[in-house]
Every structure is written in C-alpha cells, then in structure tokens.
C-alpha cells in the first residue's frame, strides 16, 4: 500500500509520518537509504568520490511511503515529495 503524509519526527533512520486522510499517525518508519558515497569517472583514469552522508527527511516533508498488505504492518518512507 502507498499512502502520502507529512514528517513529524525524525529519530536516527526512522521518521514518523502523519497521514492527513486517515486522521492517524505513523509508528517509526524506516528512511530508505541511498549509497552514502559515490565516484564517478569523467575521463580515463580520472574520477571523482562524493560523499554525501545519511539522508533523512526534515520535520514538515511531505513522504512518499510503502507499507506492506496489512496498514500496521512494516512501513518505510522511500523519499521527500515537497519540502517544507
């Protein structure tokens, strides 16, 4: 089930998320996570290492979240749709 909501805490790697339509608040949803560093090659034998640390939304972001079948089952947000 994909459901919209707003962040209203961050803890670490998880958030809580509010969803408006339902009226209810979320449990602590894991924040997918992307490759903490990157490199990329823009000409031979020359690249380049970003490191770009852990993301997590911000209080107010509205996420794009994935639960499974059941509603109270594991959720996870898998990423900002509108920043505050």
């Not at 690249?47 to 959720?75: E, M, Q």
């Amino acid at each position: 089930m994909i459901r919209i909501g707003q962040v209203q805490s961050v803890e670490g790697a998880r958030a809580r998320v509010y969803f408006p339509d339902l009226q209810l608040m979320s449990d602590r949803l894991y924040v997918l996570q992307h490759p903490a560093s990157l490199t990329t090659a823009s000409a031979q034998d020359h690249t380049h290492k970003v490191d770009a640390g852990r993301w997590a939304p911000a209080i107010g972001d509205v996420v794009l979240c994935l639960y499974d079948d059941s509603f109270n089952g594991n959720g996870y947000i898998l990423g900002v749709i509108a920043c505050r």
